[in-house]
């Protein structure tokens, strides 16, 4: 079993930056990292989508179009987090953030299906 901790959303007006944190915790022998773990966020109205995604395998990591070159995804091993540093925040990120772990054999996870395990979320809202 696997549980997923996100932190560090807020509202903040265009331009701003957020940091997001998911702290994973395992809590089963058999809760062995996955290969890839992934942001999505989902706005009122919308589907969820995949924001951004990292490889432990070293694969290239992926952002989505409306995101890249304003959001970095990392992980720090010693503390087992996942981040999402956003900056230069506009309207349109308005969303519920989420963290997510996905199924054994599922990486790079390109659907929200392709993922097991999702954190409570966290809410970032962008005024302008």
């Known amino acids: 079993q696997v549980q997923l901790a996100e932190s560090g959303g807020g509202s903040v007006q265009t331009g701003g930056s957020l940091t997001l944190a998911c702290v994973i915790s395992?809590?089963?022998?058999?809760?062995?990292?996955?290969?890839?773990m992934a942001w999505f966020r989902q706005a009122p109205g919308k589907e969820r989508e995949k924001v951004a995604g990292?490889?432990?395998?070293?694969?290239?990591?992926f952002y989505a179009d409306s995101v890249k070159g304003r959001f970095t995804i990392s992980h720090v091993n010693a503390q087992d987090t996942l981040y999402l540093q956003m900056n230069s925040l506009r309207p349109e990120d308005t969303a519920m953030y989420y963290c997510?772990?996905?199924?054994?054999?599922?990486?790079?996870?390109?659907?929200?299906?392709?993922?097991?395990?999702w954190g409570q979320g966290t809410q970032v809202t962008v005024s302008s």
């Open positions: 997510a772990a996905p199924y054994f054999g599922a990486c790079p996870g390109p659907r929200d299906t392709d993922y097991e395990f």
């Open positions: 395992r809590h089963s022998p058999s809760a062995v990292r996955r290969s890839c």
């Open positions: 990292i490889s432990f395998v070293g694969g290239p990591s």
